[in-house]
């Protein structure tokens, strides 16, 4: 099953028991601001490495090239 962004935040935040806003909290933003950039899944690339930090994971980002299967 294909999650998107804000999906897989909620899983790992869940599987850590902790509230939104706890990760609003963690990642210095308010409940509101916070809430609003997981209903649009709009996350800057320095945002997310912040929450994965808070959820003690590591982020990581990968460009696959379709012509080699290489991973940038």
Known sequence: ???NTAEKIRFLA???NM???D???G???TRQNFSNKMTRCN???SELAEIAGVLGCELKIVFVDKQTGDEI
Request: proline content about 0%.
């Open 14 to 16: 869940g599987r850590r």
């Open 1 to 3: 099953m294909d999650m």
């Open 43 to 45: 996350f800057k690339e």
């Open 27 to 29: 990642t210095n933003q």
């Open 23 to 25: 990760l609003a909290e």
């Open 19 to 21: 509230t939104m806003g």
